[in-house]
C-alpha cells in the first residue's frame, strides 16, 4: 500500500487493513461545534484510548504543524498515532441544538503511512 491523504468533512474513521503497521499523522483537524450548541462533546478512539471531551464551545481545532487550542482535550490528543493491521481510529462530535441531538462535522487532512513504506 502507498500512502494515503484522506480528507473529508464528516466524522473520520480508518480501519488498517493493510497487513502492516501504520502511522497515522493528523495534519489538520477542525472539530468546531455551531454556536449555540448545548450537551456537546468531541470523541475520539484508537487501541486502548478514548476520549470524550466536552467543550464549553468552540469545539477543537488542531494538527501537526498548527499550536493546539488549550483545552484539556487538545493537550492529551496526540497528533499521531501507530495501528497494527485490524486497528481502528475514529473521530467525531455530537451535539444538541434547541432539542435535537445532532452529529457534527469534522473537517480533517490526514497522511496514513504504512510500516514498509
Not at 31 to 49: E, K
Not at 59 to 76: D, E, I, S
Amino acid at each position: 500500500m502507498a500512502s494515503q491523504v484522506l480528507t473529508g468533512n464528516n466524522a473520520f474513521s480508518f480501519t488498517n487493513n493493510t497487513g502492516q503497521n501504520v502511522r497515522v499523522i493528523i495534519g489538520y483537524l477542525d472539530a468546531t461545534l455551531p454556536s449555540g450548541a448545548q450537551g456537546s462533546s468531541v470523541n475520539a478512539s484508537f487501541p486502548g484510548v478514548t476520549i470524550q471531551y466536552n467543550p464549553s464551545g468552540g469545539g477543537l481545532f488542531m494538527g501537526k504543524n498548527l499550536p493546539h487550542n488549550t483545552t484539556g482535550f487538545a493537550q492529551v490528543m496526540p497528533n499521531e498515532i501507530y495501528l497494527s493491521s485490524g486497528q481502528t481510529i475514529s473521530i467525531s462530535t455530537t451535539y444538541v441544538l434547541g432539542s435535537v441531538v445532532s452529529n457534527g462535522a469534522v473537517k480533517y487532512n490526514i497522511l496514513v503511512i504504512p510500516e514498509a513504506g
